[in-house]
């Protein structure tokens, strides 16, 4: 029996997804380097279903229908390439790797230059939704040679998420576009989620609120227009107890946030292209900084004082209303940013992003998914060559009347020194943004002063320099 597709890698994401497919009716052939994880897949997840096991790469690879197709589903970076080697010479001109994994895009553009000098095809398949997306239907970004997208392209959508807009699969451009757009996704979740926790802090610390109330308070936002995944976890989340103990899980949970460096790279390629993404980079170091947790004890001992206020003064109500219009604010400015990121990558790597599809694709499956995604995808239908959504009508009348509700949630828990990296760097990045001068002239000032570096003028065209300290005496003369 011939496999219609291969999936390479049975850990977590790559099981679940072999099981999505042949639930579509389709038989998947599956290989791990580790015999014995696909010896338990086939004995228990497996069992009965039209899987193939394999337990050699020439095996796997004769069980598959030519062209063959398959994915892989092994650890980002130097694992996938051993594989990818390992494949190389089994294979035939004209069949498809699909690399399923979290790939550095940069990386994705060497693999399909060193696929295609062996005549193969290459699809860099960004996927998002963790165990249960692989298994249930995943949010899939493609990129690479359309000709093969096209060719799996029924399978890809009948194991995709689905929404009242279609399947969340879609081929988005050349080279390494689909993983781009996800490691944008990713950048955009460690945004969300930090914001995510820092309302929750504002509510236990600054508020004293109990566990339970703040469950009460997530499961409602996520009725309205905060509606998300990761709205609708966090609600669901709090209410889990520890077994042993009886505790509520988040108060046992050591306050230690690990990442795997989609963050990172999506704060240093923002740097790269030089798009501002104050929300992303901050999530990233307010992980960094919660890793440091035995130098905290020892600061907080110097620092922290005993007698901080709590925001009880306020009117707990009307509070908390103010605290969903700044997460909502936050939300959509963390968005934004991304949005715009995926913009200037789009020319830099003549992607030719279409970012009403990625919204559209985001909207089901994956981690963001949200339902201000669907706002997102009518600005860039109603303007595809939007640079940044803040310029936007539908977007500024959206955040318009909410963003005194972001500046007072920070006032107010500043009062109290509750840290809000994100929340506050999102806050600036709106002032900055919407501000028509900044004290940049000082910046320019600075630096021909002790670089001559030169700076331009208001009042007139041209490029000028200023002998500074000379002119310094003259002026004070
Ligand atoms: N987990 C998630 O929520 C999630 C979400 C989206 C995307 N992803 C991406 O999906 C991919 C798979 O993720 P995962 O969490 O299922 O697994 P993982 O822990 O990232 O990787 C484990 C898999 O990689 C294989 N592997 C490791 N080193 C290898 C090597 N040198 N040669 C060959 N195979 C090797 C393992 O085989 P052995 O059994 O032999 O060790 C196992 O099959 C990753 O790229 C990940 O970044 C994960």
């Known amino acids: 029996m011939d ?23 389709y038989t998947v052939s599956v290989y791990n380097r580790t015999a014995k994880r696909t010896e338990n897949f086939v004995k228990e997840r497996a069992q009965g279903k039209k899987i193939i096991p394999t337990y050699s790469l020439s095996d796997f690879v004769d069980s598959l229908k030519k062209p063959r197709k398959i994915i892989l589903m092994v650890k980002a970076g130097e694992p996938t390439d051993k594989m990818i080697d390992a494949l190389i010479p089994l294979l035939d001109k004209g069949d498809i790797l699909i690399d399923g994994g979290n790939a550095y895009y940069k990386d994705t553009e060497r693999r399909i230059e060193r696929a295609h000098k062996y005549g193969l095809r290459y699809i860099g398949l960004g996927i998002s939704g963790g165990e249960s997306g692989a298994l249930h239907g995943p949010s899939m970004m493609a990129g690479g040679d359309e000709d093969a997208y096209r060719e799996v392209e029924e399978i890809l959508e009948k194991a995709a998420a689905k929404t009242d807009d279609g399947p969340c699969v879609a081929y988005l451009g050349r080279g390494s576009a689909g993983h781009f757009v996800k490691m944008t996704h990713n950048g955009i979740e460690y945004a969300i989620m930090e914001a995510i926790a820092e309302v929750y802090d504002i509510m236990r610390v600054g508020l004293s609120m109990e566990i339970p109330q703040i469950q009460k308070i997530f499961k409602e936002w996520n009725k309205g227009r905060l509606n998300s995944y990761l709205i609708e976890i966090t609600g669901n989340l709090l209410g889990v ?25 999506t704060t240093q390629t923002a740097l790269d292209l030089g798009v501002p993404v104050p929300s992303i980079s901050e999530a990233v170091f307010a992980r960094i900084l919660s890793s440091y947790k035995e130098e905290r004890v020892k600061i907080s001992r110097m620092l922290d004082k005993e007698d901080i206020p709590t925001l009880q003064a306020v009117d707990g109500t009307e509070f908390l209303d103010i605290l969903e219009a700044a997460l909502y604010t936050a939300m959509l400015l963390i968005y934004a940013q991304g949005f715009h990121l995926l913009h200037v990558a789009s020319g830099e790597y003549e992607y030719g992003l ?35 959504p803040l310029l936007s009508e539908r977007f500024i009348d959206m955040i318009k009347d909410n963003i005194s509700s972001l500046r007072e949630v920070i006032l107010r828990a500043k ?19 919407k501000r028509e001068r900044l004290p940049a002239n000082i910046i320019q000032a600075q630096r021909d002063y ?28």
């Open 3 to 25: 496999a219609h597709i291969g999936v390479v890698g049975m850990a977590v994401m790559g099981s679940s997804l072999a099981l999505n497919i042949e639930s579509r009716g």
């Open 241 to 265: 107890k520890d077994r042993d103990t009886g505790h509520y899980m988040v108060d046992i949970i050591l306050d230690k946030a690990k990442s795997k460096g989609t963050g990172k790279w």
């Open 354 to 388: 279409n970012l009403a599809e990625v919204s559209r694709i985001w909207k089901g499956g994956c981690i963001i998914r949200a339902k201000v995604l669907n706002d997102f995808k009518e600005m860039y239908l109603e303007n595809k060559d939007l640079s940044t």
């Open 415 to 433: 009062e109290v020194e509750i840290p809000l990296p994100v929340l506050s760097s999102t806050l600036d990045y709106i002032d900055g943004a």
């Open 450 to 477: 002790f670089g001559a570096h030169t700076f331009e003028r208001r009042d007139r065209e041209g490029v000028f320099h200023v002998e500074w300290e000379k002119e310094a005496e003259d002026s004070n003369s």
